[in-house]
């Protein structure tokens, strides 16, 4: 709100600068609502390149550098239209990723780029052990008691911590990660403090 007067910037590092605005969210946002030609990559963006591109089962659990120079590369040229096209792109690889070439059971007998795609070609081969290593286990992380913080103070009232904490439904996370997960919420800049007092910013008021 301050520094942007109540506007979603397009620009991608000013979205970066914001709290809790990643590499991906920032490059969605300035493509999608804005057509600025960002290199969009989600995990069926990934996924997609992989097989296609390099022909392998699983891009694995770590976006590495040769996966995101791959991505560059494959963005359409962007000089004549104002980035339309390379904004399409990146919406029909994801629509690609998530409907057709899905994780489980890829549909290569109906998928439009089936003639070009090295994984299918090499014999469909099946994923080895590391690229089947899944990304950290959702239950019991920060990211898990963070989220229920959030979702809590999405209510829009402003709440006592002690109580807030206390009332998670998380019963395996322990006190002290609860405590630490709001007081880095509150180091972002996702939550406010005042006292014992939490809310989400801006709701306790100048
Ligand atoms: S041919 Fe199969 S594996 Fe290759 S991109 Fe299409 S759905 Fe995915």
């Known amino acids: 709100m301050d520094r942007h007067g109540g506007e979603v910037p397009a620009n991608p590092e000013a979205l970066r600068a914001l709290p809790g605005i990643g590499e991906y969210t920032a490059a969605a946002v300035s493509c999608f609502a804005f057509g600025i030609p960002e290199v969009v990559v989600d995990t069926n963006i990934r996924r997609a390149h992989a097989r296609i591109f390099t022909g392998v089962a699983l891009p694995g659990q770590t976006y590495t550098a040769a996966q995101r120079r791959l991505a560059r590369d494959l963005m359409p040229d962007t000089d004549d239209d104002g980035g339309r096209r390379a904004c399409a792109w990146n919406a029909a690889t994801m629509e690609l990723g998530a409907l057709i070439c899905t994780a489980r059971s890829p549909q290569c007998a109906i998928c439009p780029v089936a003639d070009l795609c ?64 709001l007081d880095s919420l509150v180091r972002d800049g996702l939550a406010e403090r005042r006292g014992d007092i939490v809310a989400l910013p801006g709701v306790l008021g100048g």
């Not at 994923?127 to 103070?153: C, H, N, S």
């Open 118 to 181: 090295a994984w299918r070609t090499a014999g469909s081969p099946p994923p080895t052990e590391e690229q089947k290593t899944r990304g950290q286990a959702w239950a019991g992380t920060d990211r898990q008691v963070r989220g229920a913080i959030m979702a809590v103070l999405r209510r829009g009232e402003p709440v006592q911590a002690e109580t807030l904490l206390a009332g998670l439904p998380l019963p395996e996370a322990e006190d002290d990660q609860r405590r630490r997960c």
